[in-house]
């Protein structure tokens, strides 16, 4: 073999060195979650695949991985929406228009949309996992010539902790798509369903066999949910599911993400169910 | 190799010696094995005096210590705990720096300065396979690491064909020694039924063919070019260490739940040893550090490991939280799911990491428990009959 060969030539920039861009708005949406619209400080526009995440840096204490959560309204930034939960998303969390981060990405496959362009699309989503999720949803519903339906069930801790309240109420209202929610624990006012996201999936009919099905969501949550779409006919290669791992480089090179032969971030986030079935199984992997 | 009979000439320490005087004055920095703490590592040298002539290694499980020749070989060990990886991927980088300006603007630039160019005396066979391995995983994907593609680009190789293997070498089993197979500049068998070692060498590359040139050094006769197949051939007859690569990723993929991985995490102390040592461990974290006034920030790659905790922590906990799970991680990667990743084993078959075990944990019989037990197990019983 030649020593070289699998040396290849050029190197995109923006992968292994972060772009400098400008949070444009900032608002709270949860008590603990905060949405950043943010722009490449160089005016270019931003391209994304609903799915992917960027791995957004704080100088002087880290980079993480974030999924995009949007577009902006005029298509020329993306929104991402972080909880705080340790260093770098507590100061994300605490960001103002016109403060400026690094930003690598966006990384990782996405959603496959397409696949559910004559069928109906599933999304079962639980807490911060509707972030990564929405912007395919978004996508779907924006798609006029789309054969199948919309069902958006979604399940979070408590009624103050459903993200993107507008969003599901307009996509309910404007009957783009069906949307069912459900807490773990009800609070005075809430009148809805109080249970696990899989306890719903009888409330919104749709063609079980044919079906394409996006989740996402705390770990076992997803794993719950794939043994219910399973048990109703769905087909393991047509359930997606966006996992999470600890990520330092977010371009297959630092090996925290690995599980099993898979790089979570190059390979993934998003693997059809037939193909990381028996890696989700083992504890420990 | 021994088609090259033609262009192999027959060096002796002394065009060595003008060998590396040659690249230092080309710009490069010669590094080399030389003998440091009781063992053999790699640094910079400046001449053949800086190698260790006349040691040799004694290695096993957990054991590595140097002793006397009664020869004056200067390559006549085998590999230490130090590997070429440590200058073309190196433990600790700079990714890039940061600058805030006063109204919050930033401006954030590449990594390290200036990249040396570094010429390698003394690589062996496992070890130029472990390059290549490497080569795979930082410039044959998706993304690249450009500071290693600018590193191994510019490195110049001598590399040296093993007439000694250590009792814990086993290239054979991983098809990469002890003769080195590709991808050097030069290489040299060591001979040595005189006093005075000679080194048969050859070149694989024009730039290797132009220094070989430049020593002004004599063809090797046809007795020297047969006497340094025979070093190669006598030094395989001498390795006993084996490893079944047969069918090994499926047997390893079907073998997560044994128990065997009880069995060694109650030995390995998860201390990283193995993984730091091995020359194709390519794992790292980064960290963010930052000037008093919180104004200028540098981002730092740092060598880590799949052994240590915090390595799968996510919010909410640690992915791989036993030694067991962190074990099966180590073995599973090397020997099986790199071959899924990277079209080839993660292992070259160095023996470092069993050598440099404190408690002596060796890969090969690890692997081989593994096996028994997967053949025996009730599965495979079942779909026999
Ligand atoms: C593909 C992907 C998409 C994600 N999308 C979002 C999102 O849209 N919104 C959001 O709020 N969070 C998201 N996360 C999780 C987010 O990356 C973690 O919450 C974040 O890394 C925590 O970092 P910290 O410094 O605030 O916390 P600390 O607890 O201080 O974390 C220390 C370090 O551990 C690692 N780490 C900790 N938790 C995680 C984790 N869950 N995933 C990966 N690395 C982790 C990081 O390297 C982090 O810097 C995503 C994670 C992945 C892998
Ligand atoms: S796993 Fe052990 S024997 Fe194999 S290449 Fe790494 S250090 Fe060498
Ligand atoms: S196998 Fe040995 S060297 Fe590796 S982590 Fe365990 S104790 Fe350390
Ligand atoms: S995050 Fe570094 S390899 Fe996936």
Redesign the interface.
């Known amino acids: 073999?030649?020593?070289?060969?699998?040396?290849?030539t050029t190197?995109?920039s923006g992968?292994?060195?972060?772009?400098?861009w400008v949070v444009r708005a900032a608002w709270r949406e949860l008590s603990d979650t905060t949405s950043l619209e943010i722009a490449p400080?160089d005016g270019s526009t931003p391209r994304f695949q609903p799915g992917q995440f960027s791995m957004l840096?704080m100088?002087?204490?880290?980079?993480i991985p974030v999924s995009v959560s949007a577009y902006s309204d005029d298509g020329k930034a993306l929104v991402h929406t972080v909880r705080e939960?340790?260093a770098v998303s507590a100061a994300l969390c605490a960001m103002k228009a016109?403060?400026?981060?690094?930003v690598r990405g966006p990384f990782g496959n996405g959603w496959p949309v397409d696949a559910a362009a004559d069928r109906d699309l599933i999304v079962i989503a639980g807490g911060l996992g509707l972030a990564p999720v929405r912007p395919a949803i978004q996508q779907a519903i924006d798609d006029s010539g789309r054969g199948g339906k919309t069902v958006v069930f979604y399940g979070s801790r408590s009624p103050s902790a459903l993200l993107f309240r507008d969003d599901l109420l307009q996509w309910a209202v404007s009957g783009v798509a069906e949307v069912r929610t459900t807490v773990d624990r009800a609070e005075p006012g809430w009148r809805g369903n109080v249970g696990l996201v899989t306890s719903i999936l009888d409330r919104a009919a749709f063609d079980a066999e044919s079906a394409v099905a996006f989740v996402c969501g705390p770990e076992v949550m997803m794993r719950f949910a794939v043994f219910d779409l399973l048990s109703r006919g769905l087909s393991a290669d047509r359930i997606f599911l966006s996992l999470?791992?600890?990520m330092?480089?977010g371009?297959?090179?630092?090996?925290?993400c690995?599980l099993?032969?898979k790089?979570i971030c190059?390979d993934g986030p998003v693997f059809p169910y037939s193909e990381i079935s028996?890696l989700l199984t083992?504890?420990?992997? | 190799m021994q088609e090259a009979t033609a262009s192999q000439v027959s060096l002796t320490a002394r065009h060595i010696d003008g060998l590396i005087e040659a690249l230092r004055e080309d710009g490069y920095t010669v590094v080399g094995p030389t003998v440091a703490d009781s063992a053999i590592v790699y640094d910079e040298i400046a001449s053949t005096a800086d190698l260790p002539e006349g040691w040799t290694d004694m290695q096993q499980p957990g054991k590595y210590r140097l002793s006397r020749r009664d020869d004056r070989a200067l390559f006549g060990y085998a590999v230490g705990p130090h590997s070429w990886k440590k200058y073309l991927f190196p433990s600790s980088l700079k990714?890039?720096s940061?600058e805030?300006a006063e109204d919050?603007?930033?401006?954030?630039?590449?990594?390290p300065e200036e990249v040396p160019k570094y010429a390698f005396i003394g690589v062996r066979g496992c070890e130029?396979a472990a390059?290549?391995v490497q080569?795979?995983?930082?410039?044959?994907?998706?993304?690249?690491?450009?500071d290693y593609?600018t590193r191994?680009?510019s490195a110049f190789i001598v590399a040296v064909n093993c007439g000694q293997a250590a009792e814990t070498c086993f290239c054979t089993s991983m098809g990469t020694g002890p003769a080195v197979e590709?991808?050097?500049d030069i290489a040299l068998t060591e001979l040595l039924d005189e006093a005075e070692p000679r080194y048969v060498a050859e070149a694989e590359t024009s730039i290797g063919a132009a220094y070989l040139q430049r020593l002004g050094a004599a063809d090797a006769t046809a007795q020297d070019a047969e006497a340094a197949q025979q070093v190669v051939e006598k030094t395989v007859a001498s390795i006993t260490k084996e490893l079944d690569t047969d069918g090994i990723k499926e047997m390893l993929?079907g073998s997560?739940?044994d128990n065997r991985w009880d069995d060694v995490a109650s030995r390995c102390l998860s201390c990283t040893n193995c993984t730091m040592v091995c020359p194709t461990c390519?794992?790292?974290?980064?960290?963010?550090t930052?000037d008093l006034q919180?104004s200028s920030?540098e981002?730092t790659?740092q060598w880590?490991s799949?052994f240590s905790m915090e390595?799968?922590?996510?919010?909410g906990g640690v992915?791989?939280?036993?030694t067991?799970?962190r074990y099966?991680?180590w073995l599973?990667?090397k020997l099986?799911?790199w071959i899924?990743?990277f079209g080839t084993s993660g292992c070259v078959g160095c023996g470092r990491c069993i050598a440099w075990c404190p408690v002596g944990i060796d890969i090969t019989e690890e692997a081989a428990a593994l096996r028994k037990s997967h053949e025996s197990s009730p599965k495979e019983v079942e779909d026999a009959t």
Not at chain 1, 1 to 8: Q, S
Not at chain 1, 59 to 63: K, N, Q, R, W, Y
Not at chain 1, 98 to 102: F, V
Request: proline residues 4%; hydrophobic residues 30%.
């Open positions: 073999m030649n020593p070289t060969e699998a040396i290849a190197e995109a992968d292994t060195v972060p772009s400098p400080a840096y100088p002087g204490i880290g980079d939960v340790g016109g403060d400026w981060l690094g999470e791992r600890n330092h480089c371009i297959g090179l630092c090996g925290h690995q099993g032969p790089f190059t028996d083992v504890r420990g992997l | 990714l890039w940061t805030r919050g603007a930033l401006k954030i630039e590449a990594g130029m390059i290549r080569d795979r995983v930082f410039a044959g994907g998706r993304h690249h690491d450009s593609m191994r680009e590709s991808g050097y993929y997560r739940e390519f794992c790292h974290s980064v960290t963010e930052s919180m920030f981002h790659r880590d799949c390595f799968t922590y996510v919010a992915v791989r939280d036993t067991r799970s099966r991680q599973t990667h099986g799911s899924d990743q």
